[in-house]
T-cell receptor, first 117, second 109 residues
């Protein structure tokens, strides 16, 4: 299994507070991703990174920002949490895949369950 | 927009074979992935198809037809531990995956 951890694993916070979730990998993979998973919606991409300091927006990026200052860490920040951001957040990583393409299959971290009250 | 469709739920019997279908209409295609996700856990990678045809991995096989925008995951000799959600995902551009909503499979004795 890919070495990927997320912290915290669970968090309860109040509306309007800032929240930062951390994803850490030991695989030296170039690509990192943040998804949220909600009932009825499946996994949706928030932001992704294709290298240190190189990031881009995904499908549901409003209200979220990211930073990647080193290969192993990818941070997701909710500047002012809202109840609609209550969700399970998954980080994923990918490197050169089995087919040889640069960003192959993705491996997921254990997830962070965030509740905004 | 991107459209990836899977059945919401399926039920099958232990020892049987089940086929989970996925159809897609997307603006691009760079491969199709299947993931398994047990309740409360992270998705785990099962298979990858980029060319038409069947890929076999033990009890699991995945098929792709790019002209039809269609894939299926075939699970043989079902076991109780196969009860999980199965996620179909399409890589539309270079990096990111677009996921379907998943198929919840219940295996009964």
């Amino acid at each position: 299994d890919a070495g990927i951890t997320q912290s915290p694993r669970h968090k309860v916070t109040e509306t309007g507070t800032p929240v930062t979730l951390r994803c850490h990998q030991t695989e030296n993979h170039r690509y990192m991703y943040w998804y949220r998973q909600d009932p009825g919606h499946g996994l949706r991409l928030i932001h992704y990174s294709y290298g240190v300091k190189d990031t881009d927006k995904g499908e549901v990026s409003d209200g979220y920002s990211v930073s990647r200052s080193k290969t192993e860490d990818f941070l997701l920040t909710l500047e002012s949490a809202t109840s609609s951001q209550t969700s399970v957040y998954f980080c994923a990583i990918s490197g050169r895949g089995t087919s040889g393409d640069a960003a192959g299959e993705q491996y997921f971290g254990p997830g962070t369950r965030l509740t905004v009250t | 927009g991107q459209n990836i469709d899977q059945p919401t739920e399926m039920t099958a019997t232990e020892g049987a074979i089940v086929q989970i279908n996925c159809t897609y209409q997307t603006s691009g295609f760079n491969g199709l992935f299947w993931y398994q996700q047990h309740a409360g856990e992270a998705p785990t990678f099962l298979s990858y198809n980029v060319l038409d045809g069947l890929e076999e991995k033990g009890r699991f096989s995945s098929f792709l037809s790019r002209s039809k925008g269609y894939s299926y995951l075939l699970l043989k000799e079902l076991q109780m531990k196969d009860s999980a959600s199965y996620l179909c995902a399409v890589k539309i551009s270079g990096y990111a995956l677009n996921f379907g909503k998943g198929t919840s499979l219940l295996v009964t004795p």
